[in-house]
């Protein structure tokens, strides 16, 4: 059975509810499991990946859903410091540098965003 018929779109959020440079805390079933993910309001889109780091498996928020630098520029990681693009997920500056942050694709149905089945090994050329 595809993906979409066992994990269909779940509603995480409704638009505007979460301000340019927050995010939002969700939990998702991947592969049958309930994944900690997040939501990131960044240059007027919106972005979410599982938090996980890239580096070490481990989740990223400093303080309970605070995941951006204070300028708004980057997802830091609480471990080793590791700053990613919001926008790509990509690690820019760390120990993973060049690597990834898993993506949680999105779409907007209305005034509602989903969130579908993260891709785990997705090619990043
Ligand atoms: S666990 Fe995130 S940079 Fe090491």
Known sequence: MPPSETSPSVA???LGEIEPGETKKFMLSVEGRETECFLVHYAGQYFAYINRCAHVPMTM???DNQ???EDGRYILCAT???AF???TGE???GPP???FLVR???TIDGDRILAGQPIENEARD
Do not use: M, S
Request: charged residues 15%.
């Open 12 to 14: 995480v959020a409704r």
């Open 61 to 63: 928020d400093w303080i």
């Open 67 to 69: 995941f951006l630098t």
């Open 80 to 82: 080793h410091g590791a």
């Open 85 to 87: 693009e919001p926008n």
């Open 91 to 93: 690690c820019i500056f």
């Open 97 to 99: 540098c060049g690597k």
């Open 104 to 106: 949680v694709p999105l």
